[in-house]
C-alpha cells in the first residue's frame, strides 16, 4: 500500500515521542523513590535510637526490618502527591511508547 492511495497521509506519520514526558516520569520516580528511601533510613535511626536510649540490646537489623514494615503503609500516606505524580507521569509516558509501537507494528504489517 503506497502512500499515494491512503486517504489519509497523517496515517503514516510516526507518533511523535516527547524526551521531556520520559524525563518527567524519570524524575518523578526518583524523587518518590528517594523520599520514600529516606523515610525508612530516619525511621531506622529513631527506632535504633529509642532501643539504645532504652538500653535494650536490639541489632540495627531488626530495628532496619521494624522501620521497613512500618514505612511503607507510612509513606503511602504521607507520600501521596509524589506517588500520584509519579503514576501519571509513568502512564503518560508509557501510552505514548504503546502507541508508538503500534504504529511501527502497522506500518511492518503493511509492507
Known amino acids: 500500500m ?12 510516526a507518533p511523535e515521542l516527547d524526551p521531556e514526558l520520559q524525563k ?8 518518590y523513590g528517594l523520599a520514600r528511601l529516606l523515610l525508612f533510613g530516619v525511621l531506622t535511626l529513631i527506632i535504633h535510637g ?9 541489632p540495627l537489623v ?12 507510612l509513606s503511602m500516606l504521607i507520600f501521596s502527591k509524589q506517588r500520584s505524580n509519579a503514576t501519571l507521569a509513568v ?7 504503546k502507541a508508538h509501537k503500534e504504529w511501527v507494528r502497522n506500518e511492518l504489517a503493511d509492507r
Open 2 to 13: 503506497s502512500e499515494s492511495n491512503s486517504p489519509n497521509p497523517q496515517a503514516h506519520q
Open 24 to 31: 518527567a516520569a524519570r524524575k518523578n520516580v526518583l524523587i
Open 50 to 58: 529509642l532501643a539504645l536510649l532504652i538500653s535494650a540490646p536490639v
Open 62 to 73: 531488626m530495628s532496619a526490618m521494624l522501620a521497613l514494615i512500618v514505612a511503607f503503609p
Open 91 to 97: 502512564s503518560q509516558w508509557d501510552a505514548q511508547r
